[in-house]
């Protein structure tokens, strides 16, 4: 079964500063993965995904993730935080085969400070 | 661009009393699904939804919950008797069958308080 684990529940930076996000994933197959974006009292939005073409997929807002399959990895980047990224982050696994329902990591809330 | 919406936003309801929950997927998409997330957890599958049968469920989803597509638009979310453990937003997401096909789009949520 497919998993993704997000380290750090609780992450703070400066305004300006570069954002990382952790996201690792477990799969018996190439997966499908995506980083969703939950701003206060929204739903989710999607923010970019791999889908085993390019390794480094650039998303909406400035940001990036890069897909590491020898460090089972798929962390979201930023490289200058603005105030308005404040939110829940969620990394999510697909089954690349049926490409079906989402799992989603635990969420990690993005804080950005002046 | 087109969204999932549903509705209500937000419901309060007693402890025991049915609910339902609608939502209207992004026309020409085929593959539905409900999750929830409990306030501070992390969002769960509930149910997948083609061809107008449930194709996946996870253990949260007993008898107590159902789904349906009364016609070509809509997609609901039934709990027949709603617990207090019920309480949490609830999302609808939809999926194209081809092109951004392994693309999910979620809604806004339905935000469900039991009391």
């Known amino acids: 079964a497919q998993s993704v684990t997000q380290l750090g529940s609780h992450v703070s930076v400066s305004e300006g500063a570069l954002v990382l996000l952790r996201c690792n994933y477990s799969s018996s197959v190439p997966p499908y993965l995506f980083w969703y974006v939950q701003y206060p009292n929204q739903g989710l939005q999607l923010l970019l995904k791999?889908?085993?073409?390019?390794?480094l997929v650039k998303g909406i807002n400035g940001f990036e993730a890069e897909f590491k399959k020898s460090e089972t990895s798929f962390h979201l980047t930023k490289p200058s935080a603005h105030m308005s990224d404040a939110a829940e982050y969620f990394c999510a696994v697909s089954d690349a085969g049926t490409a079906s329902k989402l799992t989603f990591g635990t969420g990690t809330r993005l804080q950005v400070t002046l | 661009e087109p969204e999932v919406t549903q509705t209500p936003s937000h419901q309060v309801t007693q402890m025991g009393q049915e609910v339902i929950l609608r939502c209207v997927p992004i026309?020409?998409?085929?593959?539905f699904y409900w999750y929830r997330q409990i306030l501070g957890q992390k969002v769960e599958f509930l149910v997948s939804f083609y061809n107008n049968e449930i194709s996946e469920k996870s253990e949260i989803f007993d008898d107590q919950f159902s789904v349906e597509r009364p016609d070509g638009s809509n997609f609901t979310l039934k709990i027949r008797s709603t617990k207090l453990e019920d309480s949490a937003m609830y999302f609808c997401?939809?999926?194209?069958?081809?092109?951004?096909?392994?693309?999910?789009?979620f809604g806004e949520g339905s935000w469900l308080t039991v009391v």
């Open positions: 026309s020409n998409h085929l593959y």
């Open positions: 997401a939809s999926r194209a069958t081809t092109g951004t096909g392994n693309t999910i789009y």
């Open positions: 791999y889908t085993s073409a390019a390794t």
